[in-house]
Structures are given as structure tokens and as C-alpha cells.
């Protein structure tokens, strides 16, 4: 019986507004509200409202359906900002039973690149916020951009997870199959399920190829491909973004139909079922490790960091951003906290990549940014003016709020 | 392949950008195996004669027979000029240049039918007449040299291209470094040079554009039809000798180099200093150059009280622009329209950062510049208060703008430019309709 596991990634940041150099330690607002407020709405309602809507139709039909997804808290804040009926939706989703909260950073954040330390800060803001709006405690881990490594694996067991979704990249399996379940080599009850990218890919990122030799892509074809896969690899693991239902595959292309009907044929076949993550953390068989020893990602086909740590200005900007962390724990100013914490998403670094230079990738769909230059010039703007914040003190908080009175 | 090409100015005797790229494109040409004949005004015999010939107009004899050729046909009827037209320098200059301008032009008689012409080659008062003179002797010329086709470098030289092309039936490439537009914008622009400039462009069998923007304007401005305009980019000339970074002031400087005329934009480089200065005292900014706004300018710097660290050299050239390349930790062009724009190359080739304007045809090619439009006062000033201060831009700059522009060879755009000749050959051979 092959299990095929559904978890979808919602991960939408704050957007950074033009923030100039003369803003600096004058204005403390960084974010385009327009345009988070505009992006959260089209998203919602070519995304996030229909796509809900269908598996919350499907979860009430089949009772063998289940599904996972994960939500960033920059996310989570933004619908509630501009589009509530996103998180009443997915409130409905995880009250139906079969719908399983993984656990993921707070703000999209490649935090787990830099140290345990503003890694697990990340994670405890998360579960406090999860607790918050959906009153769930997650055990499965999901990280930004499917980022992991061995030791960020013992870092997840230390917080009390016990199940990790990530790349089935091939520069570390070799000729392992992503199929099957791996553990961590140093901490054996952490359960890895590898994302099976090509399959996935063949959804994201084929779905509209005219070029493909497979397009179109139907739900009979789609199954065969599952089939080809040998029989004892149990688990079939697709992860995708949220956005690939409605924004990067819009409703006309029949995507909305393609995944329905996915659903249905795998919920009524006999040799096919759904599982949730946590459900493997039971497992009791001995598993084969997988062994990385250094960070991989789901990130196009190199699987590494390079998208959000590949140049220079992004090294730059990511080492003087971790450099406050002490700044942070010390800091008493809860706004520019959440900044910092705001900073850390990987949308920011992903803006200054010059990996594709000077084409556009997928991932940077809603870039706004002229040039990286820009991007990297803009950040560190708003960095400095972080930063200048966080040490504010608590008597010059005292002082900054009686001014505000005033004025 | 044989090439009669026709320019105003070659080094080393150049008042702007054509003749560095004249030369870097006849060196490129003989290295793909094209024999360039380089005509020109007024050469001074200093011309580097290594891998191209040069034809002084000057000292060419020409028979009467041509000028009565040349004017007796009906699309080369002469215009009489009694010009007072300077069309690169601005009003405020004309009456220096005026006073300026030693020989002028006279014509010697010859006994019998001969005679020579001799031109000044510069951008003088008599300029139309040493155009349309220019013509007569390109007659005289395309019968006297072996050549399979004709290239003209901008509206100076379009007459002396039609002429030749007339005389000898073979095909004419124009090349537009500039239009009208950029010079002079669209309410001022020339009537006459525009005309020229048209009527150049609608003999061409092609034209090489040195920007999709010029490209563009081409197509738009002056109607031609876009299958035979060809965008073909400039490149630098590799520095012989690496330039020393040295400082002899404290702080970063921030650097404009280029004439200081309406089209290069100086008055936003004013008001981006006054406000990068509002908030680093330690930057200065230097203007390197000379024009017809260069009082108001003064006057402006006067005026926002940044005098002292806003410096101003007046016109330089060779060994003194390294220098200043070497103590420069941005350069910045906010042209308001650059067909081209040489100088961030230059720039980059000292690994020196550079912020450039949108409206430049150069930024169509470069990967490691910020580009910014030319009014956006405070998107220039982040970029260059990112580039002061944050380390990691200045080196990224530094190292990979260095490599882009290596990458830049003046062969390259000539192996392209071979590729037009040949099309305009064979379209020649076999005609379309």
C-alpha cells in the first residue's frame, strides 16, 4: 500500500517598502503596507479562499483524506491584517480533525543557517502563535525552504520534534529512493520523509509546459506515475507551495479540477491511502539514515543554500543581521523585535540573488526590486535602522513614547 | 572585405566620444580580417596608421567635375548655409568658440580644374559648409579607392556617405552614435540636422545603432523601417596600464565626468551631493568638466552651501582622468538621454562602482552597475550612500564590473558589425524585390 503524503507551504512575508538611507533612525515604519495588503488579497482570492474552500469540500466527502500544511507567522499576521477569511478557513480545515499543523520558522526565516540559538527563538514564536490562533502543538517540522542538515535535525529532536519534512535531494541519497523513510544518523527517532521533487516539479513547474512531452498533465497520467514507483517505497511524499493551486497554475488552467480530482482517485483507489506526518513518528522498523553534513534545500535543481547565501551582499547582510542576536535577547523593544525577526525571511536574500542573473527565477515572482543592488541597498537600510532601535533603552523607550503624546 | 568609412575625428585629436570609437572599431574590423580606409576632415598625420589607412579630405584633390555631380543631383542638392549653427556646444559657448576659431576654412585655387579644400575638422561656425564640402571630396575619393562598401559615422558624415555611394553603387552603412533627440531634446531640436540626419538614414542599406534606445528613436522619430536598423553596442578600450587607487584627500569622493551640458543631467549630480552630504560630511563630490550650464551650476552649489566639499576640476583629459578614476569610490552619470555613454566603462575598467542612469544605451549592457532614472534624486543618492557604506556592494563592484567590461572588446562588436556588412552585401547581390 502506498501512502502518499500531502503538505502544503504557506509563506508569505512582510514586504519592505522603499526604505532610503535619510529614513534612517527618523521613520520606523519598513513595510509596504499597500502592497502586502494588495499581494495578501489577490493571493487570497485567486489562492488561498478557492483552494481552502475545495479541501474543505473534499475533507467532508472522503473520509480517508488527509492533508498537512504549514503556515509562516509573518503569514499568519498578514491575513489577519488584510484578509481574515483566510484563518477562518484554515481554522475550519484543522477543526474537520484530518488536517495536521506542521511546525515551521515565525517569519520564513533561514535562521537554522546561522545558530541553534535565533533558530529555536524562531520556533518558540511560532508554537506560541500556533497555540494562539489554531490551539495546536505541532511535532512535525517543516523548515523554511525545506533547509536542513544533520545538525539542525538534533536541534528539531532537542525542541520536541520527532518528524522532519525535507529535500529528497539527490546529491545526498545517491541512488536511494526519497520513497522511503530515513532517519537522522546521530538522533534515530527523528524520522525524515523526503519530498519526491520530481513529482512535485511535474505539478509545479510542468503543469503549463507546452514544451514537456507529458503535457498535458491528467490526474490518469499523474497516477501512473505514481505507480511506476516500486512497490515497497511506501511513501510518497509531495510538498509544494500553496500558490502553485491558483497563482502559479491560475484557475484557467485547470489546476483547481487536476488536484479535486487527484484527491478523489487516490481516496477511492485501494491501493493508495493519505497519511499525515506525525502518523510515521510510530514507526517502529529500523530505518536507514540520512547523512548531511551540510545544509541542502529545496531550492531549484542544487538543492543548496546558494539561493539565499551565494554572494556576497548576501553573506554581508546575513552576517550583520545575526550579529544582533545577543542585541535582540537584550533588547526590550518588542516592536523592533519582531522586525528583526521580520528580516530574517528568506524572501529578503532571495531578492539580492544574482544566481540567475539577470533572469528572473520562479521564486521571485513578486519581486520589486530594479536590481539585487537595490534589494541589498534597501535591506540594510532597514537593518540599520533595526538595529539602532533595538538598542534603544528602556528609558529611551519611555522617552520615544511620552514624545509620540506629545506630538 | 574592404571598408571606405567616413568619420570627423580619430585620435589622438578627439573632442568626444566618436573618435575613441571610431578607433576601437577600425582596430576591431582589422582584426576580423576587414581592410578599413578611414576618411577623415583635418588629420593631423599622429594617427595610429598601424592596421588601418588614413585619408586626410584635406589634402585630396578633387575635380569640380564631382561637385557639379554631387550638387546637380537631385537628393544631394547643397543647402547654403550662411550658419551661424554650433550644434555641440550650447548658446552660452558660441561666442567663445567664435572667437576661438583661428583658420576657419579658405579654399585654394589650383590651376586648371583641381583643387584641394582645406577643413578645419572641428565642430566650428563654418561647420554645414564643411559638411557639404565634405561631400564633394567623398565623390572624389570613392573614385580614386577600391572598396566593396561605404560606412558613415554620424550626421557630419551622411552626405560624404551618400556622395560615395552615388559615385561608386556601392551599398552605405550608417553608423548613429547620436541623434538630434539626445542632443538637443524634442522642442529644441535642429531642423537642419534632423533633415540630414533622415535623409542618411533613408539611403542607408543599413544602420547600426549604438543602443536599442537610439535604435528606438531611429524607428520612431525618424520613421525608418526597423529590418535594416541593427543595435550594435560600444566597447572599451583595455587600459594599457592598471590605474593606481590613491587618495590625497580624506573621506570618499563621488565623481560626475562629462560635459556639463543640459543632456548630461549635472543638476541632479548637484542635488544627490546636497543630499548624501546632509547626512555623511565625510563624502565629497568632484564634477569633472566643462559647458555651457557650468555657471549655473557654480551658482547652485553656492546656493545649498556645499561648496566646500563639492569640488570642481573644469575639462580633463588622459593622464589627469585616471587619476581622478583612481580616487574614486563611485561614478555617477544621471544623463537625461545617453545614446551610449562611454565614460562607466571607463569607470568600471579602475574598479570604480557605478550608478547610472536608465535613460543611458549602456546600461543595456551591463550587469554590474546600478541603474537608477536620471530625476530620481533619492534612488541615486541610496545607491550611492549604499555603495559608501556598505562594504560587500563596493567589492562585488569592483572585482566583477572589472571582469564585465574586460569582456567588452571593441572585436566582438566588430565581428558583429562584419555580419551586418555581409548581410548588406548579399542583399546587395540578391535584391528583395
Keep these: 500500500m502506498r501512502k502518499v503524503c500531502f503538505h502544503f507551504q504557506i509563506t508569505q512575508p512582510y514586504r519592505l517598502r522603499t526604505y532610503r538611507f535619510f529614513d534612517i533612525d527618523k521613520n520606523h515604519n519598513y513595510f509596504d503596507d499597500f502592497q502586502n495588503s494588495y499581494l495578501a488579497n489577490r493571493l487570497a482570492e485567486r489562492c488561498y479562499l478557492p483552494v481552502t474552500q475545495m479541501f474543505i469540500d473534499l475533507l467532508e466527502k472522503y473520509d480517508n483524506f488527509f492533508l498537512s500544511f504549514s503556515i509562516t507567522g509573518d503569514s499568519i499576521r498578514l491575513f489577519q491584517d488584510y484578509c481574515p477569511a483566510v484563518i477562518e478557513n484554515l481554522k475550519k480545515m484543522v477543526a474537520t480533525g484530518k488536517v495536521e499543523i506542521v511546525g515551521n520558522t515565525f517569519s520564513h526565516s533561514i535562521a537554522s543557517l546561522y545558530g541553534k540559538k535565533s533558530f529555536l527563538e524562531q520556533i518558540k514564536e511560532q508554537e506560541k ?150 502518523e510515521v513518528a510510530s514507526v517502529k522498523e529500523d530505518l536507514s539514515t540520512m547523512h548531511s553534513p551540510w545544509p541542502i534545500s529545496g531550492s531549484s535543481d542544487e538543492k543548496d543554500v546558494n539561493e539565499w547565501l551565494g554572494n556576497e551582499l548576501q553573506q554581508e547582510a546575513f552576517q550583520q543581521l545575526f550579529i544582533l542576536e545577543d542585541l535582540y535577547t537584550e533588547s526590550q523593544n518588542n516592536n523592533a523585535k519582531t522586525n528583526w525577526l521580520r528580516l530574517q525571511a528568506a524572501d529578503h536574500f532571495a531578492f539580492m540573488s544574482t544566481k540567475w542573473f539577470p533572469e528572473l527565477s520562479v521564486k521571485r515572482n513578486f519581486d520589486v526590486y530594479p536590481s539585487p543592488y537595490q534589494a541589498f541597498i534597501n535591506y540594510m537600510n532597514v537593518l540599520n535602522d533595526v538595529k539602532l532601535q533595538l538598542e534603544l533603552n528602556d528609558k529611551h523607550l519611555t522617552k520615544v513614547s511620552k514624545q509620540v503624546k506629545n506630538k | 572585405m574592404k571598408v571606405l568609412m567616413f568619420g570627423w575625428e580619430f585620435p589622438p585629436h578627439i573632442a568626444g566620444g566618436l573618435g575613441t570609437a571610431c578607433y576601437g572599431l577600425t582596430q576591431g574590423l582589422a582584426k576580423n580580417q576587414v581592410d578599413v580606409t578611414f576618411v577623415m576632415p583635418k588629420a593631423s598625420g599622429e594617427e595610429d596608421q598601424r592596421k588601418i589607412k588614413i585619408v586626410n579630405a584635406s589634402d585630396v584633390e578633387w575635380n569640380t567635375y564631382y561637385a557639379q555631380q554631387v550638387q546637380e543631383s537631385k537628393e544631394l542638392s547643397f543647402i547654403e548655409v550662411n550658419s551661424q549653427l554650433i550644434p555641440y556646444v550650447g548658446l552660452d559657448d558660441y561666442f567663445n568658440v567664435i572667437n576661438q576659431i583661428e583658420s576657419g576654412l579658405f579654399e585654394k585655387q589650383i590651376p586648371g580644374e583641381k583643387r584641394k579644400y582645406l577643413f578645419s575638422g572641428t565642430y566650428g561656425q563654418n561647420l554645414m559648409e564643411e559638411v557639404a564640402h565634405y561631400a564633394i571630396v567623398a565623390a572624389q575619393i570613392a573614385t580614386n579607392e577600391q572598396f566593396d ?156 552651501g556645499i561648496a566646500d566639499r563639492f569640488h570642481f576640476t573644469g575639462f580633463l583629459s588622459g593622464a589627469d582622468i585616471d587619476t581622478l578614476f583612481g580616487m574614486s569610490d563611485v561614478y555617477v552619470m544621471p544623463s537625461i538621454s545617453e545614446p551610449f555613454g562611454i565614460s562607466p566603462l571607463e569607470a568600471m575598467r579602475a574598479h570604480v562602482p557605478v550608478v547610472i542612469s536608465k535613460q543611458s544605451g549602456v546600461s543595456e549592457i551591463l550587469k554590474y552597475a546600478i541603474k537608477v532614472d536620471f530625476w530620481d534624486i533619492d534612488a541615486t543618492a541610496d545607491a550611492i550612500y549604499g555603495i559608501l557604506h556598505y562594504p560587500a556592494l563596493a567589492k562585488i563592484f569592483a572585482e566583477k564590473g572589472k571582469e564585465e567590461v574586460n569582456n567588452l572588446k571593441w572585436e566582438y562588436v566588430a565581428k558583429k558589425l562584419k555580419q551586418i556588412y555581409e548581410k548588406v552585401l548579399e542583399n546587395q547581390q540578391f535584391p528583395k524585390s
Design chain 2, 149 to 304: 562598401l561605404i560606412h558613415a559615422h554620424d550626421w557630419l558624415t551622411f552626405r560624404a556617405g551618400i556622395a560615395a555611394k552615388k559615385i561608386s553603387g556601392k551599398p552605405l552603412v550608417i553608423h548613429v552614435h547620436a541623434t538630434e533627440y539626445d542632443r538637443s531634446g524634442e522642442r529644441n531640436r535642429n531642423e537642419m540636422v534632423y533633415q540630414m540626419e533622415k535623409e542618411g538614414m533613408e539611403a542607408a542599406d543599413a544602420i547600426c545603432a549604438v543602443s536599442d534606445l537610439t535604435r528606438n528613436i531611429i524607428i520612431e522619430k525618424y520613421g525608418i523601417s526597423p529590418e535594416k536598423v541593427f543595435t550594435l553596442h560600444n566597447a572599451v578600450q583595455q587600459n594599457k596600464k592598471e590605474i593606481v587607487r590613491e587618495k590625497n584627500l580624506k573621506g570618499k569622493i563621488v565623481t560626475f565626468l562629462g560635459r556639463v551640458t543640459f543632456q548630461k543631467g549635472p543638476e541632479y549630480f548637484v542635488e544627490t551631493a546636497k543630499k548624501v552630504m546632509e547626512y555623511d560630511p565625510e563624502v565629497r563630490f568632484v564634477l569633472a568638466g566643462d559647458g555651457d550650464m557650468m555657471t549655473r551650476i557654480i551658482l547652485r552649489v553656492a546656493e545649498l
Design chain 1, 129 to 278: 502563535l500556533l497555540k494562539e490562533v489554531f490551539d495546536v502543538k505541532p511535532t512535525s517540522f517543516c523548515n523554511t525552504e525545506l533547509i536542513y542538515s544533520d545538525e539542525i535535525g538534533e536541534w528539531l529532536y532537542e525542541a520536541g520534534y520527532n518528524v522532519v519534512l525535507t529535500e529528497g535531494a539527490k546529491h545526498i541519497l545517491g541512488w536511494k529512493s526519497p520513497s522511503y523513510l530515513y532517519c537522522n544518523p546521530f538522533q534515530t527517532e527523528l524520522k525524515l520523509l523526503l519530498r519526491n521533487y520530481s513529482l512535485c516539479d511535474d505539478i509545479t513547474l510542468r503543469f503549463e509546459d507546452k514544451g514537456w512531452d507529458k503535457y498535458p498533465l491528467t490526474v490518469d497520467k499523474y497516477l501512473s506515475f505514481l505507480k511506476a514507483i516500486p512497490e515497497d517505497a511506501a511513501y510518497i511524499n509531495l510538498f509544494m507551495d500553496i500558490e502553485t493551486i491558483g497563482e502559479y497554475h491560475p484557475k484557467e488552467s485547470g489546476v483547481f479540477d487536476f488536484f479535486y480530482h487527484l484527491v478523489v482517485e487516490i481516496a477511492e483507489r485501494e491501493n493508495l491511502s493519505f497519511i499525515l506526518p506525525s
